[in-house]
């Protein structure tokens, strides 16, 4: 339980997000303010903007309990993933998509191809963000469990309220400096965590002796590169060919939360240099969100659930005071991938299905409002979808395997549409539904295709590979688009 130093903390925190966020408001005048800013904010916001909104759940609390089952090799998903796509989406594919003074992801893949993509991709990251969000509050209510004692539907509803607020008068304004304050508060918070669990355990010598103490079923916990054959989720091939090649660059690239940062910058120089300096920030990460899992193998072996590793080590290693820090750092954790979810999917809906198929000629004011139900609606339905998590071996297995389901396909025709004219349309559209399609077969039959539990790597790799395949056949037999048509769209081809 908190004492009452940290109630203060934490009190303080949570008005204090509540009021800056609030703050943003008076900038909301039509949906360029509400999904764009805009287009005035610094690299340096929207930098530590996109690393504070992917380390939620999803690495304090989920990756920190994967540490604790298998050890550092989920490292790789920022070292040997994320750093690498965040450069290539720098470079290559964030200036063309600031240029075309886009929206959406799925807004570039309809002009890319047809709007048969754009509709499935905005439906297909509508649903991902909808499941996603219950994840994290499904993680926030975990987390509030172990430290204060609160049910974890009581947990889910607090966070639902605080950020709902701020995102839902704010618009991506709001939800970009927020995310500022919360990063700094999450690696002040994370180092001092990091420390003082070293500290009590005799540093990094200290942990690898306990550790090889305790049994052979721990010497494979301090290996970064995992083999074939490991009893692991997380296999060198399946990392090389699911994460690197496809899963890390899909998300980096064709992920709306990540992308829609990148569009609200001032000019292309911000564009590039808000994911360059995010790649930086995001090199620390693993320090933050393993070692604290790594060191409650020692200090509190034995957990059931090793989703509990994390908020267990905040309780039994942080003084008075550092404790209401920490538990607000993994607070704005939650917040900040919330905020963004929320964001992108109500300017996914606004965008891509209601202002295209529904009513396409309103006044921006009208667009606005529809922007703003929306945010309250999905954010009722990631409530709702919370316990579904509860399903998976841990939270960020949870998460993973959701995007497997499409993220090999959508990188497939990103990756073909933006280096090759000639990809069709009838080629992006039928590889971007077979590898869908393949995805959902290859779980159904996975006991029989893999060797390895969870195997969400090795999905998102063949299903992408499937993709490209269909691309490159189906618009071998199509007529592509004109020169003139995919200027701006096509590397190469400038308008």
């Not at 316990?387 to 497939?412: C, H, N, V």
């Not at 990809?423 to 559209?429: E, H, S």
């Not at 037999?477 to 995919?486: I, M, R, V």
Request: glycine fraction near 10%; aromatic fraction near 18%.
């Amino acid at each position: 339980m908190l004492a009452g130093i940290d109630y203060f903390v934490v009190i303080s925190y949570l008005v204090g997000i509540m009021i800056l966020g609030y703050y943003f408001k008076k900038y909301v005048n039509d949906t360029d303010d509400y999904f764009l800013g805009g287009r005035t904010l610094p690299f340096w916001a929207i930098g530590m903007s996109i690393v504070v909104s992917d380390i939620g759940a999803l690495d304090f609390v989920g990756v920190s309990g994967q540490a604790y089952r298998y050890g550092i090799s989920p490292a790789n998903f920022d070292w040997l993933g994320s750093v690498p796509a965040m450069l290539l989406a720098a470079f290559i594919f964030i200036p063309y998509f600031w240029k075309a003074k886009l929206y959406t992801i799925p807004e570039y893949l309809g002009r890319r191809y047809n709007d048969y993509v754009r509709i499935i991709a905005a439906v297909t990251w509508i649903i991902f963000f909808t499941l996603n969000m219950g994840v994290y509050f499904w993680a926030s209510g975990i987390l509030l469990e172990s430290i204060m004692g609160w049910p974890i539907w009581y947990s889910i509803i607090v966070t639902a309220i605080v950020t709902g607020l701020y995102t839902y008068f704010g618009g991506i304004t709001a939800v970009v400096m927020t995310d500022v304050v919360q990063m700094i508060i999450m690696f002040v918070g994370g180092f001092a965590l990091v420390f003082l669990s070293f500290y009590h355990i005799g540093g990094w010598e200290g942990l690898v002796t306990k550790l090889h103490e305790m049994g052979p079923e721990y010497q494979n916990h301090l290996n970064l590169i995992q083999p074939m054959d490991t009893n692991t989720p997380f296999p060198w091939t399946g990392i090389l060919f699911g994460l690197t090649f496809v899963m890390s660059n899909a998300y980096m690239i064709g992920n709306q939360a990540i992308v829609q940062r990148c569009l609200t910058a001032k000019n292309e120089w911000h564009a590039k240099a808000s994911m360059i300096f995010a790649a930086f920030l995001k090199m620390f990460i693993p320090v933050l969100v393993l070692f604290p899992g790594l060191v409650a193998i020692v200090l509190i072996p034995n957990l059931a659930d090793g989703d509990k590793a994390l908020p267990s080590m905040i309780r039994e290693v942080l003084p008075p005071g550092l404790t209401g820090l920490m538990f607000s750092a993994f607070f704005a954790g939650f917040m900040s991938s919330l905020d963004s979810m929320l964001n992108s999917t109500a300017t996914l809906f606004t965008k891509d299905i209601y202002q295209k198929y529904v009513k396409k000629d309103a006044a921006d004011k009208h667009y606005l409002a529809v922007g703003k139900i929306v945010t309250l609606t999905i954010l009722i339905f990631g409530v709702i979808s919370a316990p579904l998590s509860s399903y998976f071996e841990g939270i960020y297995i949870a998460i993973q395997t959701f995007l497997s389901y499409f993220q090999g396909p959508i990188f497939s025709i990103l990756l073909l549409g933006i280096f090759w004219k000639g990809a069709t349309q009838w080629g992006g559209f039928t590889a971007f539904i077979g590898g869908i399609f393949s995805s959902f077969l290859m779980y159904q039959y996975s006991d029989s295709l893999f060797t390895i539990q969870n195997p969400f790597l090795y999905v998102s790799w063949w299903s992408f590979i499937v993709g490209l395949i269909l691309n490159i056949v189906v618009s071998s037999f199509t007529k592509s688009y004109s020169d003139k048509k995919l200027a701006g769209l096509v590397y190469g081809l400038s308008e």
